[in-house]
């Protein structure tokens, strides 16, 4: 492959990587979860402990899990920056920032959330899909989950 053969591979790997992330946010935000497990491969692992009341598990156990706790939050709004994947060749590690603004009942305003989503990617024959996703949740504010 040449110089810039691969380049634009990289290029084109990276742009789909972002979209794909863009698809995780709109999923988890519209709660779509057809849409959700098309980011993952059947098999994946999720993490969530890292957040108030978070679990892990199976993408079907994942799913499930979501579907019953989001409906408490009447919004959620996901933003993905800083998008750091290293690529090789058909797998991929990806490192991306989030913030995430929700409206919780009961809370005075809004809270806010963020900190990082570690994807391990694979490339399947429909795209990159995530393999595992280990959520990092750094900080949390107006968190009614913990006392002050």
Request: proline share 3%; aromatic share 12%.
């Amino acid at each position: 492959m040449s110089a810039e053969t691969a380049a634009l591979q990289r290029l084109l790997d990276e742009a789909e990587i972002a979209r794909l992330l863009t698809r995780y946010a709109t999923a988890v935000d519209s709660r779509d979860w057809d849409r959700y497990r098309s980011v993952f491969t059947p098999d994946a692992w999720i993490d969530y402990t890292s957040a108030p009341h978070g679990e892990a598990g199976t993408l079907d156990e994942t799913v499930d899990w979501l579907s019953k706790n989001l409906t408490i939050l009447p919004l959620t709004m996901h933003y993905i920056t800083n998008i750091d994947a290293q690529i090789d060749g058909d797998t991929a590690t990806v490192r991306a920032m989030f913030y995430n603004q929700l409206q919780i009942p009961g809370v005075d305003g809004s809270s806010f959330c963020g900190g990082y989503y570690n994807h391990t990617l694979v490339r399947t024959a429909d795209g990159w899909r995530s393999t595992r996703l280990i959520e990092d949740n750094e900080w949390f504010e107006n968190n009614p989950f913990v006392a002050d």
